[in-house]
């Protein structure tokens, strides 16, 4: 359902809800692994079952990178531009609401605008390879995310965030298209992270 939420350019209610509906209509199945609650046609329950250890170490090392991210922002701006507090997966009402309801791995708002922009917005991606139609996703986010506002509609992220997305892997048109859009794009592997080592603090096994 995360994984969804971030890929597909509406917001996330609209896409929980239309999840449930496929899932009440029986085209896909809810399955709980831990704490996580998977999705999956019913044709591959079982395969997800079987490869049940391996689906929740991906998981749980891509949220380890995004918190990883987090630290090396944290270190690398000053203390007074960014607001830190709830930008990692940002879910409270008052962080949904300045993105829209847009779901991202990691949402800042600048304590003082950088000329006319007020937000820095990143996706991580370490077990979906990037392509280009992760890369329209991410910039339509950007663009579609609305409020309502008494009898008018608000954009809050148009023309005012910029945008981040780290990768595992990347198809080469997906890197094209991120530098002609202004996209940051950047590989895990530029900025120092192991996501092999991260796998291994994470890797446990599951309890029988």
């Excluded at 918190?67 to 930008?87: F, V």
């Excluded at 809050?156 to 990768?167: A, D, E, Q, S, Y």
């Amino acid at each position: 359902m995360y994984d969804l939420k971030k890929m597909i350019p509406y917001v996330g209610n609209s896409v929980e809800y239309a999840v449930q509906r496929l899932s009440d209509l029986d085209f896909i199945e809810g399955i709980r692994i831990g704490q996580t609650q998977f999705f999956v046609e019913a044709q591959n329950k079982e395969r997800l079952k079987g490869e049940s250890n391996d689906v929740l170490v991906k998981d749980k090392t891509e949220f380890k990178t995004i918190k990883t991210i987090h630290e090396i922002i944290m270190n690398i701006y000053p203390l007074n531009l960014l607001s830190l507090t709830g930008a990692i997966r940002p879910r409270n009402q008052h962080k949904l609401t300045l993105t829209g309801g847009m779901t991202f791995d990691i949402f800042y708002r600048f304590k003082k605008k950088l000329g006319d922009m007020e937000f820095l917005a990143i996706d991580v991606y370490t077990r979906v390879p990037v392509n280009g139609y992760v890369v329209n996703s991410f910039l339509k986010k950007i663009e579609w995310a609305a409020n309502k506002l008494r009898s008018r509609t608000v954009y809050p992220l148009r023309n005012k965030t910029f945008g981040m997305i780290v990768f595992r892997n990347a198809t080469p048109r997906s890197i094209r298209l991120a530098n002609e859009k202004g996209i940051r794009f950047i590989r895990l592997s530029d900025i120092k992270i192991d996501y092999d080592e991260i796998r291994r603090n994470v890797e446990t096994p599951l309890p029988s």
